[in-house]
């Protein structure tokens, strides 16, 4: 049972959680960011409809920034871990697992996609001329 002499001698649990908060902001801050313009454009969108089209060429400049930005860093990650890997079997092993899981995944979402495409009837009436 705790005395209200204990309960002076404890410190109060609002500070350190705030420091948490502030240090999980800052790790993410921004995809917190892209989160919130995503959901701003959203937004928008539900609210003036067809006449938020004339911020499109923002979206446009945004994504292609996106692109040039991930598509580098992507490879270079990529390319230091394997210049960096100590053991050819280790990079055949992963390697490996990497084709292994990319099938897989393209596998069960070429599957998803034909069911939903089957249950929906989303293709009735279409005509694809070869």
Do not use: Q
């Given at each position: 049972?705790?005395?209200?002499?204990?309960?002076e001698l404890q410190p109060p649990?609002?500070?350190r959680s705030s420091s948490r908060l502030r240090s999980i902001l800052?790790?993410?801050r921004f995809p917190l960011f892209i989160l919130t313009g995503v959901v701003i454009g959203a937004i928008i969108g539900l609210i003036f409809g067809e006449r938020a089209a004339v911020i499109k060429p923002f979206g446009t400049l945004f994504i292609n920034m996106m692109f040039?930005?991930?598509?580098?860093?992507?490879?270079f990650s990529i390319s230091s871990?394997?210049?960096?890997?100590?053991?050819?079997t280790r990079l055949g092993k992963i390697l490996g697992c990497m084709l292994g899981i990319f099938a897989i995944t393209?596998?069960?979402?070429?599957?998803?996609?034909?069911?939903?495409?089957?249950?929906?009837?989303?293709t009735e009436g279409?005509?694809?001329?070869?």
């Open positions: 049972m705790s005395t209200p002499a204990d309960s649990a609002s500070p800052a790790s993410y040039t930005l991930v598509v580098p860093l992507v490879f871990a394997v210049a960096g890997m100590s053991s050819a393209g596998i069960v979402s070429s599957i998803v996609m034909i069911a939903a495409l089957w249950i929906t009837k989303a279409v005509k694809v001329e070869m």
